[in-house]
């Protein structure tokens, strides 16, 4: 398998490389487990977004780098958007958009309201994780003041609105 260097927060890592199709691949960021990885970014990440009131993720790859996130910043808690609907949530709210879904548990929604909100992706491609996140924010009755990931790619969506520390290129055959 092919592999890709990158430096992320002056950590080096080997991105396996995966095809997409006979003319696309793209470099793979996985950081579960990667506790060097997560702690580094985090802190590059602290440097760069106020402290929110609340940081709301997805589930599953977002989870490290939220918690970790939450913990430099001196917080409790934060807020993960699952997947589906689990039998201990009560109510919910939820959103979905070509085949992704997110769904918060009401207590969390509660917790949610008035909040100024960091929304938190490991990685950005298409942008509508991100973009389900924040609409599940608004849904609440919190409003977004800021969007970090550790990685973004590809060149369809505009990065300007989102804080990331690396720029993970498109490769081309």
């Given at each position: 398998?092919?592999?890709?260097?990158?430096?992320?927060?002056?950590?080096?890592?080997?991105?396996?490389?995966?095809?997409?199709n006979d003319q696309l691949q793209i470099a793979t960021l996985n950081i579960l487990g990667d506790c060097e990885l997560v702690e580094a970014c985090a802190r590059?990440?602290?440097?760069?977004?106020?402290?929110?009131?609340?940081?709301?993720?997805?589930?599953?790859?977002?989870?490290?780098?939220?918690?970790?996130?939450?913990?430099?910043?001196?917080?409790?808690?934060?807020?993960?958007?699952?997947?589906?609907?689990?039998?201990?949530?009560?109510?919910?709210?939820?959103?979905?958009?070509?085949?992704?879904?997110?769904?918060?548990?009401?207590?969390?929604?509660?917790?949610?309201?008035?909040?100024?909100?960091?929304?938190?992706?490991?990685?950005?491609?298409?942008?509508?994780?991100?973009?389900?996140?924040?609409?599940?924010?608004?849904?609440?009755?919190?409003?977004?003041?800021?969007k970090a990931s550790i990685a973004v790619q590809g060149s369809s969506v505009q990065y300007d609105d989102i804080t990331y520390l690396v720029h993970i290129p498109?490769?081309?055959?």
């Open positions: 398998m092919a592999l890709f260097t990158m430096e992320i927060a002056g950590v080096s890592r080997q991105l396996p490389v995966i095809s997409v590059a990440l602290v440097e760069k977004v106020t402290r929110p009131d609340l940081i709301v993720t997805a589930e599953t790859k977002g989870i490290p780098l939220a918690a970790e996130l939450a913990r430099l910043y001196g917080m409790s808690h934060f807020i993960v958007a699952r997947k589906e609907h689990k039998p201990y949530m009560q109510t919910s709210l939820s959103q979905e958009a070509e085949g992704l879904t997110y769904v918060l548990d009401g207590q969390d929604a509660k917790r949610l309201k008035e909040k100024h909100v960091l929304v938190v992706d490991d990685f950005v491609g298409t942008g509508r994780a991100i973009q389900l996140l924040e609409q599940l924010v608004r849904d609440a009755g919190a409003k977004t003041t800021a498109l490769i081309r055959s």
